[in-house]
Each structure stands twice: as C-alpha cells, then as structure tokens.
C-alpha cells in the first residue's frame, strides 16, 4: 500500500495528518504543496483546492478529519479514538472545536507574523492580533483550562485526536508569537508543554522553528 499527503506541514491541518500518520507508524510520501496558485490536477483531487488530501493507492481522501478517521479504521492500532461512543464523541468534539473554533484565534498570530511578515515580507496587522488576543483567545482558552481539569490529556486521559488536533492549532499561534499565560492558565500550559514534547510534536517543532529562524535571518 502506498500514501502520499499533499499539503505543507506549516498548516495546522496537514500536520494534523501527518501527525496521525506517524503516531501509527505508517510511512508515507510528503508532497510540501502549499495552496496558492493551485493547479488544475490538484483541483480534480479537491474541488476547493484546499489540502490536506491523502493519496492511498488509487484512493483520494480530501479532509485531515476524514483522512485521520481513515487512518484510525485501516491502522486501528494505536488507536486515536476511544471506543467508547461518548468519550468519541468528546473526541469528535475536540477536533472540531480545534478546526472551526479555536483556529479563528490562533490562526491570526501564524498568518500575520509568518505568512505576512516572513513570506509575503509585509507588515503584519497587530491589530487584527489585538482583537484575537482580546476577544477571541481568552473564551476559548478558559474552556481548555477547565475541560483538562487535573488530567494529562482531553479525552479519558489518554493522548488521542483531541489533542493532536487542538495541539496542531497551537503550533501555529506559537509560531505566531502567541504564548499560553501559565498565571492564568496554568493546566493549559502544561498541557501544551506535554503535547509539544510528543516525539510526534517535536520533530515537526524542531523543523519549522529552523526553517522560520533561517527565512528571517
């Protein structure tokens, strides 16, 4: 069986299934693609020309949800999602508080400090941050504060999709300069240090802080 994911690992979204990929061990193709300018051929894999997508042979699975829900079914082991139906759905949850909640928040700090700044080389909009940090941020940080209560991870205190999904969010507000106040937010913070320090987490952490450092030098 052979796969390949299209999608640069700097977008939350494509690290997430890259991550899952690898925390199953599953080896696969790396295609760095970044969505500007998409061409045609990637048009007829995804109608938006968005990434990610996963190639498994002659199958095309657009959707880091769905393909991290493929993965889980093809590669049940290590498993990613609880068995039990309402701790999945907790899980199920998480992801998609992550995707289309805690990104309205996070995002601006990475596409204004590193997509605007280092790559586009225009002036961020520390405005649009302020708002983030402001009005955005703190409601959704309180609500992680108290749903990891004292345990180590989201669901069941168990490492899962929860928190590579909510964990891949926050690659990109730290990449952005953003930081967890530990004052206020001190299980949060732990946390994240927890899901960073994943070998999963750090390699990726490791090559983007790298890669960042060497474009603004």
Request: hydrophobic letters at 40%; aromatic letters at 10%.
């Amino acid at each position: 069986m052979a796969f390949k994911i299209i999608g640069t690992d700097l977008s939350p979204f494509a690290r997430k299934a890259i991550i899952v990929a690898r925390e199953k061990g599953i080896e696969f193709e790396h295609d760095p693609m970044v969505p500007l300018g998409v061409s045609e051929e990637h048009r007829q894999l995804h109608p938006q020309g968005k990434i990610p997508v996963l190639l498994h042979d002659d199958r095309v699975i657009p959707d880091s949800s769905v393909i991290a829900e493929y993965l889980e079914a093809l590669v049940p082991e290590p498993s990613l999602y609880p068995e039990d139906p309402y701790l999945r759905a907790r899980a199920r949850w998480f992801e998609e508080f992550a995707d289309s909640g805690l990104s309205q928040g996070a995002l601006p700090y990475f596409s204004e400090r590193v997509v605007n700044r280092i790559f586009m080389k225009q002036e961020p909009d520390e405005a649009r941050i302020e708002d983030a940090a402001t009005n955005i941020i703190p409601p959704l940080f309180d609500y992680l504060e108290r749903e990891i209560g004292d345990g180590d991870y989201l669901v069941a205190n168990r490492f899962g999709i929860a928190d590579i999904s909510v964990g891949t969010i926050l690659v990109n507000y730290t990449l952005g300069g953003g930081e967890v106040d530990v004052a206020r937010w001190p299980r949060l913070s732990a946390y994240v240090s927890r899901v960073f320090a994943r070998p999963t987490f750090k390699e990726l952490l490791e090559k983007h802080h790298a890669a960042l450092a060497a474009m603004s030098a």
